[in-house]
């Protein structure tokens, strides 16, 4: 899967936000751009509610999951290009190298982590596969995350007509 295009589509969105916000910049903003991925990272698991062993109800709708999920792909491309970064392949892990999805979204944040403290290329490419090879283990793939982002792309530009 190539995501070459969600990079320019995240560039433009970016741009706006940077011309919108007086102050706002890759450089002023990379920690809190590292913050809110975190943070949607948690929302993520928090529809998915792999964590939550206290109750039998299960995880939300597909819709509700891959709107938060892909609320997480934009802080990634936004780091990404934060980073010199504009293109990434990634090929999904048929190995699922993890026991259960919890496990797998603390390797994320473990890795988010990471890059936090040293910003390299090498670190956020982990992350972010480490990210995308979540996708199959519930049961979806490339296009459900590629349509999620889209939607959601618009969404957030209507955000900022609106001054959300």
Do not use: C
């Amino acid at each position: 899967m190539e995501l070459r295009e969600l990079y320019a589509l995240q560039l433009g969105l970016d741009k706006e936000i940077m011309e919108k916000h007086p102050g706002v910049s890759y450089e002023t903003t990379k920690e809190k751009r590292i913050l809110a991925l975190l943070v949607e990272l948690g929302e993520f698991a928090n529809e998915t509610r792999t964590f939550k062993f206290w109750s039998l109800k299960g995880p939300s709708e597909k819709e509700v999951i891959m709107d938060e999920y892909a609320d997480a792909i934009h802080f990634f491309l936004s780091l990404g290009l934060t980073i010199g970064i504009d293109s990434f392949e990634h090929r999904f892990n048929k190995m699922v190298p993890f026991a259960n999805l919890t496990e797998a979204i603390i390797d994320v944040y473990q890795k988010v982590v990471d890059f936090s403290k040293n910003t390299t290329k090498e670190l956020y490419e982990e992350a972010f596969h480490s990210y995308l090879d979540i996708l199959p283990q519930l049961g979806y793939n490339g296009d459900d995350m590629l349509e999620a982002y889209h939607k959601k792309l618009k969404v957030n530009y209507v955000r900022q007509e609106t001054h959300y």
